[in-house]
Structures are given as C-alpha cells and as structure tokens.
C-alpha cells in the first residue's frame, strides 16, 4: 500500500501557506491609497507624536536660552520665526531619517524583512522625494530667517550628506563604533547653532558661551539616544546590525548610555549657575538623571528585552522632562509671550 508524501503534488505545506498570506497582506498594503502607505510608514519609523514631543522640547529649551542671553530680562517669545524654526527642525530629524534608510538599505532588507520599506509597501524612491522636500522646505525657511541661518544650514546641510555617504569611509568606520557614533552625533551641535541663528539673526562664530556648553548638552543627549536604541538583549543581536551591546557587552554599555546622561546633566547644572538659578533646579536635575537611570540600571542587572524597551522609554522621557525644566525655569523667571503671527 503506497504511503502518503507530504512533498507530493497537492500535499498541504505550512511554508506555502505562510508565504500565501503574508502575499496577500501584502497586496492589501499595496493596494491603500499613497498617503495611508506613508502614514503606516511613519508610525513604524518616524512617529510624528513622539518625535514632535522630542523635538518641541528640544527646540523651546534652545530658543528660550537664545533669547535669555541676547535679549537680557525680556520675556521668552514664540512667535512666527519659533514655528518656522521648530518645522525647520522637524525637517531636518526627517532628511535624516531619509539618508539613513537609504544609506543603511542592504542591511536593512536582510535584518529587518518585516519593515514596510523592506517589503516595498512604501517605495524608497517616494521616500527619497519627500526627503527632498523636506530639504527644499528647510533651505526656504533659511532663507526667510536671514544670511546667518542660511550660512548654519548650508553647513548642517553638508555634515549631513557628509554621513550620508559616511565621509567616504563606511567600511573602516562601520568597524569603530565610538568614532561612528561621534560623527554621527555631532550634527545636533550644528543644529543648536542653527536655533541660535534663526532665533538672534546672529552668525554662529558670534555664539554665547553659555549657550555652546548647552550645545554640547544636546551632544550628549543625542549619544543618549543613540546608545540607548541600540542596546539589545543576547538574543536580539543580529550578524547584520551593530549594536553598542554587542560590541561592549550589554552591562558596559549600560554604563555608557548613564555616562552620557551624566554629562548632560553637568552641562546643564554648570548653565544653570551661570544663570543663578537656585539650588532646586539642580536638585530637580539630579532626580531626573535618577529616573532616566532606571531602565539603565534595569538592564544592567538583566539584559531582557523587557529591559532594553525600558531604557528606550526612560531615557527619552528623561531627554524630554530635562529639556522642559530648563524651559520652565525661564518662563518663570522671565514670563512668556505667545503670537501666532508676529515676528
């Protein structure tokens, strides 16, 4: 009596059945409207809330210190210039996003298949058009702002094709994690010199002091995001993605995602001195760096994947609560002034 083959023709295999459906999903995602394709895409790689969050408390902490430093006691103002400014950056984190898709793709379609770019859900070329815009959009706004910030951008611009083509030396520098990471970082220092010139009409080189060691603040904020999405469990770790865990081990790598929201912390304390604020704005900052340490100390002591989310979520919250003390204090002292349309 012949037996049954489950390779013969017509025997059911759960492989075609999975390839079936996910062609069929597939289909479905292909087939949504252009804009629904782009708002999925976003949700899964530059969710607007979270970033917009992030960058606001970004901006309004470098604007107001700006302000505080060449407009003496006057109040913090938004005004048309702000919301130009806050877009312009809004921009900016985006190009980034773009040239990193697309200087990352090769490995990205082998690591991550699931991704709607790696399906071709949402193409990379339309991809690469709104990244265009969203260049076209910040160079008009430059403009707007005066020579100065137009002078800043054109040299944030060029740092950031500068990575976008990882300065013409990716293979060496993909093996130098740290230096990868500096070069990659520092862009926000052209970007704190780019509120300070949109928001004073200044030249970068005519910068306050005070104001650049807070730029090396969002130096060092950047490196705590960097290092804290890329700290990944054992398991997690993938041949084609590189990640500080994997290249320290996950409990030294811990130790640097806190080493850095320290140093941020220093560089905010020392401007908050030299503004003399009192000594509860120092002691808010240290409970701030206590609670962004707690995903960190967390994963220090288990590197899960539960942990490694964890210090995703307390490292940006702290990124954002720190920002907005520093915004709340000057508001306090100095009160606010909001206009839709004035300059």
Same mark, same amino acid.
């Given at each position: 009596? =012949? ?8 025997? *059911?295999? =759960? ?10 999903? #597939? $289909?479905?995602?292909?087939?949504? !409207?252009? @804009? ?8 899964? &790689? /530059? ?11 970004? @901006? ?14 006057? =109040? ?17 984190? /985006? ?17 991550? !298949? ?8 949402? &193409? ?22 005066? =020579? $100065? ?39 926000? /220092? ?5 509120? *300070? ?11 306050? !002091? ?5 730029? @090396? ?33 996950? &409990? ?17 304390? *020392? ?5 003399? /604020? !009192? ?61 839709? #349309?004035?300059?």
């Amino acid at each position: 009596m =012949p037996t049954s083959n489950n390779t013969s023709h017509g025997a *059911w295999d =759960p492989h075609n059945e999975t390839r079936s459906a996910d062609d069929a999903e #597939f $289909a479905r995602l292909r087939a949504l !409207p252009w @804009f629904k394709r782009l708002r999925l895409y976003l949700r899964q &790689r /530059f969710p607007l809330a979270q970033h917009g969050i992030l960058i606001f408390s970004y @901006f309004s902490a470098n604007q107001f210190l700006a302000q505080t430093v060449t407009a003496g006691d006057g =109040p913090m103002v938004y005004n048309a210039i702000s919301w130009l400014n806050f877009f312009m950056l809004l921009c900016l984190f /985006f190009h980034l996003r773009v040239f990193d898709e697309h200087k990352d793709r090769e490995k990205d379609v082998a690591a991550y !298949p699931d991704r709607l770019l790696s399906r071709g859900v949402f &193409r990379y070329r339309d991809l690469w058009r709104l990244g265009l815009l969203a260049i076209a959009l910040e160079a008009l706004i430059a403009f707007i702002a005066g =020579p $100065a910030a137009l002078l800043t951008w054109l040299l944030v611009l060029g740092w950031s094709l500068l990575m976008y083509r990882e300065f013409f030396i990716g293979n060496w520098l993909c093996k130098h994690v740290f230096l990868y990471a500096v070069t990659h970082t520092t862009i926000m /220092f052209g970007f704190d010199l780019l509120i *300070w010139s949109v928001t004073t009409g200044r030249w970068f080189w005519e910068t306050d !002091p005070i104001f650049i060691v807070y730029a @090396f603040n969002g130096v060092f904020i950047a490196f705590t995001f960097e290092f804290a999405r890329k700290l990944r469990p054992p398991e997690d770790e993938h041949d084609q993605v590189d990640s500080y865990s994997k290249t320290l081990g996950p &409990r030294r790598a811990a130790l640097m995602v806190f080493g850095v929201m320290a140093a941020a912390t220093a560089c905010t304390a *020392w401007v908050g001195y030299r503004l003399n /604020f !009192p000594m509860i704005f120092h002691l808010m900052l240290l409970i701030l760096l206590a609670f962004g340490s707690i995903g960190v100390l967390c994963f220090h002591r288990s590197p899960t994947r539960k942990n490694a989310k964890l210090v995703a979520l307390t490292s940006s919250l702290h990124i954002i609560s720190f920002d907005f003390c520093l915004v709340a204090f000057l508001i306090a002292r100095h009160g606010l002034r909001v206009s839709l #349309f004035t300059l």
